[in-house]
């Protein structure tokens, strides 16, 4: 069987993910320092809801390439799952650090702020979301959820209007 990166990326976005899956351990046992096999091997474990390993993969990717924004998203969201809240926060605001208009970051940090009562945080988050992608209609209605929390009547309608 040829090892190719390609093959494997596109078996995984058609979900075949146990074949993907092969073949980024075969790239890997010759290029153990492969980024894109790596991470993409992170994301595949994370959707097979294998969370430690993809946590083992996005460590080894940030360590080969420490500037990825998406790894430390992805990192964020495998930690949020095995209840580390504060790493994933903290994995989120780098991903934010080196890019600064990741809007799936700022939402993801949005999220967790919103389920640990920190609503003040979340809403800061979700107003980013809401300036950096004005569509995003999940983003609006948590900011309407976040203000009618904070007893900010105005602003939850006027976000409710926005989502809908």
């Not at 080969?64 to 994933?88: H, I, M, Q, S």
Request: a neutral charge; charged letters at 30%; one cysteine or more.
């Amino acid at each position: 069987m040829e090892i190719n990166l390609d093959q494997a990326i596109k078996l995984q976005n058609a979900g075949k993910l146990e074949e993907a899956e092969i073949i980024y351990s075969e790239i890997l046992k010759t290029q153990s320092e492969n980024i894109i096999a790596n991470h993409n091997l992170g994301v595949l474990f994370y959707s097979l809801g294998r969370l430690e390993e993809a946590k083992i993969k996005f460590d080894k990717t940030k360590k080969l390439r420490p500037d990825f924004p998406d790894v430390y998203n992805n990192t964020g969201n495998v930690c949020k799952k095995l209840g580390k809240d504060d790493e994933a926060i903290k994995n989120y605001k780098k991903a934010i650090e080196l890019k600064s208009d990741y809007v799936d970051a700022y939402f993801n940090l949005g999220t967790i702020f919103k389920d640990l009562g920190r609503f003040n945080e979340s809403e800061v988050s979700f107003k980013k979301v809401t300036e950096l992608k004005p569509n995003l209609f999940k983003a609006w209605n948590n900011l309407g959820d976040l203000s009618l929390n904070l007893g900010k009547l105005n602003d939850a309608e006027k976000s409710y209007s926005r989502a809908i």
